[in-house]
């Protein structure tokens, strides 16, 4: 199996341009994560997805955040505009059973 | 609100030597603890998960400890090599079981 797919792996945008970061799960999995890391912050989660079906956004930080998952080998996690402190690594990972699998993520700089 | 500290931030050794790290929660209605590692540059890698009500588990090297009433686990890395190099983090699921809470690392540097 490939693992947790995530693209683009690097994505440099200017502050007001909108964003969109891509995963594709492992296959048969039936939940998905999203998730950001900062130096300050740690790792956090963001929104999480059963079955396609969110199930708990309260992490999304603002509405500027949005998240799909149009089917269970695809989702978006959106950021329109963009802000310099949206700066970060976001990590999606999915799982079957107790154990996350990671994809290896998306650095993301907004100038 | 579940917080997760670990202890060291940061820890360099030399090759061979022995360590542990440390993690600490403050909720302990947990469901399980999992240790992950982290290379520079790439996503999460578990490592080790203790269901809580497990005391320890042990993978080649690796062992960690589970004590969920002080709200501690420890992370045992025998013989250490410089392969083993990485950020570890220790995260928690609690509640419904599938939201983790992470810890900020600890940086292991592993001298030869």
């Known amino acids: 199996d490939a693992g947790v797919i995530q693209s683009p792996r690097h994505e440099v945008t200017e502050m007001g341009q909108e964003v969109t970061l891509r995963c594709k799960p492992i296959?048969?999995?039936?939940?998905l994560f999203w998730y950001r890391q900062t130096m300050m912050r740690g790792l956090e989660l963001l929104i999480y997805?059963?079955?396609?079906?969110?199930?708990?956004d309260s992490g999304m930080p603002e509405d500027r955040f949005s998240a799909k998952m149009p089917n269970a080998s695809f989702s978006t996690l959106k950021i329109q505009p963009s802000e310099p402190r949206d700066s970060a690594v976001y990590f999606c990972?999915?799982?079957?059973?107790?154990?996350?699998?990671f994809g290896p993520g998306t650095r993301l700089t907004v100038l | 609100k579940q917080e997760v500290t670990q202890i060291p931030a940061a820890l360099s050794v030399p090759e061979g030597e022995n360590l542990v790290l440390n993690c600490s929660f403050t909720?302990?209605?947990?469901?399980?603890l999992q240790w992950f590692r982290q290379d520079p540059g790439k996503g999460l890698t578990s490592l080790l998960l203790?269901?809580?009500?497990?005391r320890e588990q042990t993978s080649g090297r690796l062992n960690a400890s589970l004590d969920k009433s002080s709200g501690r686990s420890t992370l045992y890395i025998a013989a250490s090599q410089p392969g083993d190099s990485a950020t570890y983090l220790c995260?928690?699921?609690?509640?419904?079981?599938?939201?983790?809470?992470f810890g900020k690392g600890t940086l292991l540097t592993v001298n030869p």
């Open positions: 990972a999915s799982r079957r059973g107790d154990t996350q699998y």
């Open positions: 296959s048969g999995h039936d939940y």
């Open positions: 997805f059963n079955n396609n079906v969110p199930i708990d």
């Open positions: 909720d302990s209605a947990i469901y399980n």
């Open positions: 203790i269901q809580s009500s497990q």
């Open positions: 995260a928690v699921a609690g509640g419904s079981n599938y939201k983790l809470t």
